[in-house]
């Protein structure tokens, strides 16, 4: 099975990227960190949009991706997290076709 992309763009209330940033730290940082599943992880701040995040993820298992997604810690992260974003995160799931690497 190909690997799954995901693109995430979530916006934030005005002023509020650092706290998010905080909770993300705090909630999902160690677990991305340790995840054999989750090959590649970016967070990243918008360089135009002080309000703006963007995530990027590669996971090598979509079992493991949903089980992420569908976890007690996650909801605990989006409880938290959820008043100071505007709106739902805007999610892109992609299959990789190609990709360069360091090295």
């Not at 005005?14 to 090959?39: C, M, S």
């Not at 590649?40 to 963007?54: E, H």
């Not at 605990?76 to 076709?97: F, K, M, N, S």
Request: with cysteine; net charge negative; proline share 8%.
């Amino acid at each position: 099975m190909p690997n799954t992309a995901l693109f995430i763009k979530t916006r934030t209330m005005p002023g509020k990227r650092d706290e998010v940033q905080r909770l993300w730290e705090g909630h999902l940082k160690d677990r991305a960190q340790t995840n054999p599943a989750q090959e590649v992880y970016f967070f990243c701040l918008d360089d135009d949009d002080p309000d703006t995040l963007l995530l990027f993820e590669i996971y090598n298992d979509a079992a493991a991706m949903a089980e992420n997604a569908n976890s007690e810690w996650f909801a605990e992260y989006a409880r938290q997290v959820g008043p100071l974003i505007q709106g739902r995160p805007e999610i892109h799931r992609a299959t990789p076709v190609w990709q360069k690497l360091p090295g």
